[in-house]
């Protein structure tokens, strides 16, 4: 029997954090991101005069038998924001081992129990040249199990098309909410402009960049032939420290491009290597970027 992603220690230093969110989104109440608008919620915030067609269940009768006048209550109203994680199962994300797929379905998942465990509700699908299955989850912990038999049982294959998951997620989610990509980012025709199309519909962005280390720093020397994962095509190059410095750079700058996208419009962006211990990602970069407690 597999061991399952995520152990029960680890998911208990999972509890104490929340997702948060830079924009403010139209969306429906009992969330746990209180928003700055009134309405009817847990806590109380203010009064304002009655006026007609006020829900009389709002009336502060005390107020009024003792001033003869109608006052509203006003409560701090807790908007759910839209949470859809898309997770690249790509061939790409078995490149150079499967590990990598695995890495990213773990962190995957623990995003997932964060929002249960806060009572959020949370879609996730996958995705390669199309958008593929998908999964609501929510209500409470006690939902997390399914989640994580689901996660572990995606198989990978196919080449990536980021424009035309763009045009088919954009086509069904037509309410802004918080997106987070989990993805190596690579596609043969760029995923700038389709990331950016995203943002551009009021969506914010979450990028969480995977690699392997070798995919950075590559560790051949020499004569080598290379495969591309997705399409099958070859290339023989002559690898010597000079160009693996230049191809480290070239790396670097394509995750900055990722980052100053994320970036333009309120959204964050992290990058991870599959070398670091998963625990280290969620209380680093993740906790420092997306303003997890």
């Known amino acids: ?5 995520l152990d029960r220690q680890f998911l208990e230093k999972l ?3 929340t997702i948060h969110w830079k924009k403010s989104f139209p969306g429906l109440v009992g969330g746990h991101n209180p928003s700055r608008y009134s309405g009817g919620g847990q806590e ?15 009336v502060n009768w005390r107020a009024y038998m003792r001033l003869e006048k109608l006052f509203l209550k006003m409560f701090q109203i807790e908007p759910r924001t839209p949470v859809r994680l898309l997770l690249d ?10 590990e990598k797929l695995l890495f990213a379905k773990r962190l995957a998942a623990a995003l997932c129990y964060v929002g249960l465990v806060r009572l959020d509700t949370l879609s996730i699908q996958t995705f390669a040249d199309r958008l593929g299955e998908r999964l609501t989850c929510g209500g409470g912990r006690h939902r997390f199990s399914p989640v994580m038999q ?26 802004p909410g918080l997106v987070v990509i989990v993805s190596d980012f690579l596609d043969e025709t760029g995923c700038e402009r389709a990331l950016q199309y995203i943002s551009d519909f009021g969506h914010e962005l979450l990028l969480i960049h995977v690699w392997a280390e070798e995919e ?8 080598v032939e290379l495969v591309d994962a997705e399409s099958g ?9 000079q160009a693996r410095d230049r191809y480290t750079a070239a790396f ?16 964050r962006y992290i990058g991870v290597s599959t070398a670091t211990a998963i625990e280290d990602v969620l209380f680093g970069p993740v906790v420092r970027a997306w303003g997890l407690s």
């Open 216 to 223: 950075r720093r590559p560790p051949w020397r020499g004569e």
């Open 44 to 58: 109380f915030l203010d009064h304002r005069h009655f006026h007609h067609g006020d829900d009389l269940r709002a």
């Open 233 to 241: 095509s070859r290339m023989r190059i002559e690898v010597d420290d």
């Open 150 to 175: 689901w996660l572990a049982a995606r198989p990978s294959g196919g080449p990536s098309s980021y424009l035309q998951v763009a045009r088919e997620f954009l086509s069904v989610h037509t309410q």
């Open 15 to 17: 509890e104490r954090l």
């Open 252 to 267: 670097d700058e394509y995750a900055g491009t990722l980052q100053t996208l994320a970036l333009r419009k309120s959204g």
């Open 1 to 5: 029997m597999e061991s399952p992603l």
């Open 89 to 98: 199962t790509s061939q790409s994300m078995t490149a150079p081992t499967p």
